[in-house]
């Protein structure tokens, strides 16, 4: 039995269309106006939804300067300081009620990443249709189990955690009373390099879980998300800024309209050619079945003659019988006279 979520009515899973999500993250640059032109674009390049974060930099961490609370690693944000970062990105929380009425007037649907309780208090009120968790916050148990009590779907993000980690939060979910659960396969690096993907863990994880699993990417370009579709990614979120050429601390893993519209149309044409497990003749593929080989005479023959590979032989085109039948057909007489180049059927040997 198929497992699927809805969001707004819309159904999500495996046999219905990938629900296509723009991360909007840091890219709003503390600019409203250019954050609402955002939620424009992503919907103008066709995403289904735009997803924010709300987060403040004291929701996440504290203000120190001790050696724990220093980037490094080899991110994008070395050296910095978690707290001057998270300042940086984090989205004004009296824009989101205003930024979720524009998207409900543009009917793109409007998520959010939930990282304390307090910001779950928030969204409640401005009954957002469905949470994130983000890859960080998955070893988060209370705030799944506080999500989950609201009884909205609910995305979790797969990146960093083992396969136990994912169990714990699957399990602190359905036990918090959620019913509506999907995964999305990550890789938290910034960006992900295609060789650590592993795409191959979306089956498996649909599989074991009995949720519907997309994907979060990370990675530079468009090409992964419409390999997962073909694997069997029901969601696809990727990060979407309107130019990179603006600095911030998402812009190099971000696409900009115009990709990630090149993104929504790839993954289009994926779950277009996936079509159904079964091998027959396609609608289109009808006009070509005439160029087969099939059975023709290759010289002129008489009535009662033998048929052998002298005189018959499988060529293109397809009218005459399947070449299988060669061997059948061979020391067979002919019923009457038959001109080189006539199809072979049945009704002219004389059997």
Known sequence: METFIKINGREIGLTK????????????????????????????????????????????????????????????????????????????????????????????????????????????????????????????????EKIAKTGKPLIISTGMANES??????????????TQIALLKCT???????????????????????????????????????IAVALGASLVEKHFTLSRSISGPDSQFSLEPEEFKSLVNAVRTAEKALGEAKVQMSQSEQKSQVFRRSLFTVKNIKAGDLFTKDNIRSIRPGYGLPPKYLESVLNLRAKKDIPSGTPLQWELINK
């Not at 999500?21 to 995403?47: F, L, P, R």
């Not at 863990?201 to 530079?220: C, E, N, R, W």
């Open 188 to 226: 938290s690096a910034y960006p992900a390099p295609p060789e650590e993907m592993n795409l191959k863990a979306i089956p498996y994880l649909a599989q074991k879980f009995k949720v519907p699993v997309g994907l979060s990417d990370h990675t530079l370009g468009f090409e992964i998300p419409a």
């Open 17 to 144: 269309s990938v629900y296509i999500i723009a991360e909007i993250s840091a890219n709003h640059h503390h600019d409203y106006e250019q954050t609402v032109k955002m939620i424009e674009a992503a919907k103008e390049a066709g995403a289904d939804a735009v997803k924010v974060q709300t987060y403040t930099a004291d929701t996440l961490t504290i203000k120190s300067d001790s050696k724990y609370f220093q980037i490094g690693g080899g991110t994008p944000w070395d050296k910095r300081n978690l707290y001057d970062l998270y300042q940086e990105a984090y989205m004004p929380w009296e824009w989101q009620p205003k930024l979720k009425a524009i998207a409900d007037q543009l009917k793109i649907d409007f998520l959010s990443s939930a990282f304390d309780e307090t910001a779950v208090d928030f969204l409640e009120k401005m009954n957002v249709p469905a949470y994130k968790i983000a890859s960080f916050e998955i070893v988060d148990i209370p705030l799944i």
């Open 165 to 178: 980690e994912v169990e714990d939060a699957v399990a602190a979910a359905k036990n918090a009373g959620a």
